[in-house]
């Protein structure tokens, strides 16, 4: 018996120190800093409820990505999730970029989080797993729930997407400053 306790407290230790991902790929899929930490609380209280059920032997972290990007499904589903709600960039988000320590950074940040926005749920969090938080396509493909070719496709998609609004964007600004 007190090898399943220190197990659970190892797992919870484990936990505490994933939340920054976590909130990270929660502030992806619900696009509003809120409703992420919401979708975050609401996850590891289904994590820690169902500890024994974490199979020994696989990735943890995979394990709470999958809950969250169920949960964040079946919150969709529930109409729980509004669509003018995803659009809207909020005001701490902004503020954040504009920390940044210089112009250039703070235009491509903000162009790549407007470019993020435009992609379709599956092809952004098939790319935050990816891109953002290292998973394999093996690893992405069942937290998702999918094939691992049905990942590699949502990711090429979205790269070809997001370099094109990317491109288009800098190429704006650049004709711009020639015209001033």
Not at 29 to 52: H, I
Not at 160 to 171: A, D
């Amino acid at each position: 018996m007190k090898k399943k306790e220190a197990r659970r407290e190892i797992l919870k230790g484990e936990l505490v120190s994933l939340l920054p991902r976590l909130r990270r790929f929660a502030r992806s899929l619900a696009r509003d800093l809120e409703m992420a930490d919401d979708l975050v609380q609401e996850a590891c209280e289904r994590a820690l409820g169902r500890l024994g059920q974490f199979q020994e032997g696989t990735r943890f972290d995979s394990w709470l990505y999958r809950i969250i990007h169920t949960r964040w499904i079946d919150w969709v589903r529930k109409g729980k999730i509004q669509s003018d709600h995803l659009a809207v960039v909020s005001s701490k988000i902004r503020s954040e970029a504009a920390e940044a320590d210089s112009t250039i950074r703070l235009d491509r940040a903000l162009d790549l989080k407007r470019a993020l926005k435009t992609l379709p749920e599956e092809h952004l969090a098939a790319i935050m797993l990816v891109c953002v938080e290292g998973n394999s396509y093996a690893e992405a493909a069942e937290i998702m729930g999918v094939p691992p070719g049905t990942v590699a496709s949502r990711v090429a998609r979205a790269r070809t997407v997001l370099g094109r609004i990317i491109f288009h964007r800098q190429q704006h600004v650049q004709r711009s400053s020639r015209n001033v």
